[in-house]
């Protein structure tokens, strides 16, 4: 599946007229464009270990392979000056009064560019996601909806202020904000292909009896999120997975829309990505 992954949203940026340029942490080096022989070694399970920003000093130290999370990605990304990216469901907050808040959106606030994603994963609390969103200044803007998509469903009960229909829009609201020298990701929010998605029923169920797993368990910290999404994927007999696969696909393509559109218009230069 990892491979699938791979090939399909590969295909689908250069189907959407741009290059892509997968990142991670390579033997202690942070890579913006991995090569195929270095994507595959992130393919074999467990063989990189999941790295967010705070943690890119520490990957880099000690050598290691790491996955690198949203946060990690677009930090990455903007170092390198690649401005739009593409990503399955972002990170939020989680639900309960712990009050657990995904890095990834302290770095959307603080980092310039466009992301492309199917909105907060189905794990967590969409409405208090959109409300700390709101809190830090990102602007999430619905692709074809107005309401917030959440992940393997097509929409959760959060109205989107802000839509777009069209590539186009996106490039041109992209170039907006980053003349207008905005410090923060642009999000939009993209929803699964509708004959992908799932029941919010059946994924409410999924999501309550995944969590029940993780806490027997004792799952927590930067292992509880792969779990849940692995603790999904067998509830759910495979559905989970093949909504990933597609919309993360979906969300390529459309990512590599929006960037060749910017390019073509502001006449950015096609970068090199390595």
């Not at 593409?86 to 989680?94: D, F, K, Q």
């Not at 310039?112 to 909105?119: A, H, M, T, W, Y």
Request: proline letters at 5%.
């Amino acid at each position: 599946h990892n491979e699938e992954c791979v090939r399909r949203m590969t295909h689908a940026v250069r189907g959407g007229g741009a290059v892509p340029a997968w990142i991670g942490v390579v033997d202690g080096t942070v890579t913006v464009g991995l090569a195929d022989r270095q994507l595959a070694r992130f393919c074999e399970p467990g063989a990189a270990a999941k790295v967010a920003r705070r943690d890119v000093p520490m990957a880099v130290t000690d050598r290691a392979l790491g996955a690198t999370t949203v946060s990690a990605t677009i930090w990455a990304a903007a170092a390198a000056g690649l401005r739009v990216g593409a990503t399955g469901g972002i990170g939020g907050v989680h639900p309960g009064e712990a009050g657990d808040v995904s890095a990834d959106l302290l770095e959307l606030a603080t980092t310039p560019g466009l992301l492309v994603c199917s909105g907060p994963k189905s794990i967590l609390d969409p409405v208090a996601t959109a409300d700390k969103l709101e809190e830090l200044g990102v602007s999430v803007v619905g692709y074809g909806v107005d309401r917030l998509p959440f992940f393997l469903t097509g929409a959760c009960p959060v109205e989107l202020e802000h839509t777009i229909d069209t590539p186009v829009q996106g490039a041109e609201m992209l170039a907006s904000a980053l003349a207008l020298g905005m410090p923060s990701t642009l999000v939009i929010a993209n929803p699964v292909p509708r004959a992908s998605a799932m029941a919010s029923g059946e994924v409410e169920w999924a999501v309550r009896e995944a969590e029940r797993l993780a806490t027997e368990a004792d799952i927590s910290g930067k292992g509880r999120t792969p779990f849940l999404l692995g603790a999904l994927a067998e509830l759910t007999d495979g559905r989970s997975l093949a909504a990933n696969l597609d919309l993360l696909e979906c969300n390529a393509e459309l990512a590599g829309e929006i960037a060749a559109a910017h390019a073509s218009a502001h006449g950015s230069r096609r970068a090199d990505p390595r």
